[in-house]
């Protein structure tokens, strides 16, 4: 098993990484070999930076990609003396680096609706250090996009000037996504979205999923992996998606489309009331232990620590915000891929539907109305999430959705 092996769909890339960690590797042992100094710059030919920059749409695999990369960087298999390229899957250093373990493995990750500038001063002290251990001092950023524009200003001059062994691994959904002078200092590697077979297979091959409902979650999120996999092994997620397919069929009158408006707002609270459930209360245990809070004291903190925990509640909050949020914005995908589906019938197009359990609605929307009618329907569905990102109320937002898709 090589680290490359859950990167689906993505052979190009796979290619010019593997390629880059073997350039890495001959980086590293000819420091070795002369002394045990640092890693040089890698030669205007060398297919290795020290900043990379992975986009690609929802789903294609970025993350993965950068925790693959991150993994080969630090394979340790005696194989590569023999001209084996990097990335084994089995030594030490790959496992370590693919399971979150690894000293010199930095993967982060946000459940904020931003990232900000203190944690970015902090991720930036830890590239300037040399690796503990490892090859390669690695710090993956899966949110890159999330980064406010002080943080990225603090993230620019450790990508522009960085640490002899350090490399940065950032993720984003697209260029525009990252700040120009930080993009303009990365290697760009562009993913695609997978084949909806390729996705089926890995669902099938990692992850034990029948074959059929691997088919069926891999063809109704059009080749998203993560959200496939959710939907194949979650069934609160099969019923929120089937919930939400039925909405078309409600917003007929005024009254259908405010109470359509409410029962989405009120999944997705419920969505991160639950994700608080199962979090929140292990977190603020967890840190009353931290902070002294002795059985038999009747659960007092000790003087001075209150401060910490406003804050754990205030991350909570945020946390919530954005679990609602995510919620909201997959309903609303969903929802877009029924009107595609609708706009295919219509347009007599051979493009494969991805919603075919929902045949039935999608063959009456669509002989109901004209190709026209649902374009606008999708509009009405971006203008939706475009609103949200702005900080709309949600509930308005979504009311004035479901009210254009009525009027279509």
Same mark, same amino acid.
């Given at each position: ?6 990167l689906v ?14 350039d ?9 070999e ?25 789903g294609?695999?970025?993350a ?9 960087l ?31 493995v ?5 459940d904020?609706?931003t ?5 970015t001063?902090e ?14 001092q690695?710090?993956v950023?899966e949110d890159a ?15 522009e000037?960085?640490?002899p ?5 950032l993720c ?10 930080i ?5 760009l ?15 099938v091959r ?15 999120? %059009?080749g ?7 939907l194949?092994?979650?069934?609160r997620?099969?019923a ?21 408006a %409410? ?7 419920e ?6 459930e199962e ?7 967890e ?21 910490a925990m406003?804050?754990l %509640? ?8 954005r679990?609602?949020?995510?919620? $909201? ?18 347009l007599g197009s051979?493009?494969?539907?991805a ?14 109305s004209k190709?026209?009618?649902t ?13 949200l990102?702005s ?13 254009? $898709?009525?009027?279509?």
């Amino acid at each position: 098993m090589a680290v490359w092996d859950d990167l689906v769909g993505q052979d190009r890339v796979a290619a010019q990484l593997s390629a880059a960690a073997r350039d890495a590797d001959a980086l590293v042992t000819a420091a070795s070999e002369a002394g045990g100094g640092p890693a040089g710059e890698p030669m205007a030919s060398s297919k290795m930076t020290h900043a990379w920059l992975f986009t690609g749409p929802p789903g294609s695999g970025r993350a993965t990609a950068a925790r693959a990369f991150a993994a080969a960087l630090q394979c340790v298999s005696p194989d590569r003396a023999l001209g084996g390229a990097p990335g084994c899957g089995f030594c030490d250093g790959c496992h370590t680096a693919l399971v979150g373990t690894h000293a010199d493995v930095e993967v982060v990750r946000t459940d904020m609706l931003t990232i900000g500038v203190k944690e970015t001063r902090e991720l930036v002290r830890r590239a300037q250090l040399s690796p503990a251990g490892g090859r390669w001092q690695v710090i993956v950023m899966e949110d890159a996009d999330r980064l406010t524009e002080g943080a990225g200003n603090v993230l620019l001059k450790a990508v522009e000037e960085p640490a002899p062994r350090t490399v940065w691994l950032l993720c984003a959904p697209s260029l525009e996504d990252v700040l120009p002078t930080i993009r303009s200092r990365c290697r760009l590697l562009t993913l695609r979205t997978p084949p909806v077979d390729a996705v089926a297979d890995i669902l099938v091959r990692r992850d034990g999923i029948d074959p059929e409902l691997a088919a069926s979650a891999a063809r109704a999120t %059009q080749g998203h992996i993560g959200r496939a996999r959710r939907l194949a092994t979650d069934e609160r997620a099969r019923a929120r998606r089937a919930a939400v397919l039925k909405l078309p069929l409600r917003v007929d009158d005024v009254g259908g489309c405010l109470k359509a408006a %409410q029962e989405l707002i009120d999944a997705a609270a419920e969505d991160a009331k639950q994700v608080a459930e199962e979090v929140d209360a292990k977190e603020t245990e967890e840190l009353r232990a931290a902070l002294g809070a002795a059985a038999g004291t009747g659960g007092r903190l000790p003087r001075g620590t209150a401060g910490a925990m406003k804050d754990l %509640q205030d991350r909570q909050k945020r946390r919530a915000t954005r679990t609602q949020r995510d919620t $909201l914005d997959l309903a609303l995908t969903d929802l877009t891929a029924f009107y595609r589906d609708v706009l295919t019938l219509q347009l007599g197009s051979q493009v494969g539907l991805a919603n075919t359990d929902v045949r039935d609605a999608l063959e009456r929307i669509a002989s109901g109305s004209k190709p026209e009618r649902t374009l606008r329907r999708i509009e009405a569905i971006t203008a939706c999430r475009q609103a949200l990102d702005s900080n709309v109320a949600p509930l308005l937002a979504v009311e004035a959705m479901t009210m254009a $898709l009525r009027a279509g």
